[in-house]
């Protein structure tokens, strides 16, 4: 059973999965950054100098003498502008995956010749010897 293991862990797809997964994590990490300290400042100063951090709406506890709850929305736009540049640039670097996948597979097609094609070539051939 260790063995069987062994191979699969070992198998190409498990590796590259754990790569994705480590390069998707850092990639998240600067996506975060990129968004928290110099898109959403950007917003923020052409909406007039809003703080997207501070933006929040207090509801007011039910309980009397309870404490209000905070709903932070800035945060939370913040968190839907990285949802979209995460999955923009993944979209982006499918298709490129997928168009370099493409032109490999017409290159193939083009060399070989149908059995048809062989066929009129080889008669094309002996109309000719006569």
Do not use: C, H, W
Not at 64 to 80: H, M
Not at 86 to 108: D, G, P, Q, R, Y
Request: net charge positive; aromatic share 10%; hydrophobic share 50%.
């Amino acid at each position: 059973m260790f063995k069987e293991f062994k191979q699969f862990a070992l198998k190409g797809n498990v590796l590259d999965l754990a790569i994705a997964v480590v390069i998707g994590g850092a990639f998240s990490k600067i996506v975060t950054s990129l968004v928290n300290d110099l898109i959403t400042p950007m917003l923020g100063i052409l909406m007039g100098g809003v703080n997207f951090n501070s933006l929040k709406y207090d509801v007011p506890s039910i309980i009397s003498g309870g404490s209000a709850v905070s709903l932070k929305y800035g945060l939370f736009i913040q968190a839907i502008i990285d949802f979209l540049i995460i999955a923009f640039s993944l979209f982006i670097f499918i298709k490129i995956i997928t168009s370099a996948k493409n032109k490999k597979v017409e290159k193939v097609i083009d060399i070989l010749p149908s059995n048809e094609e062989i066929l009129l070539t080889e008669i094309r051939d002996l109309l000719k010897e006569k």
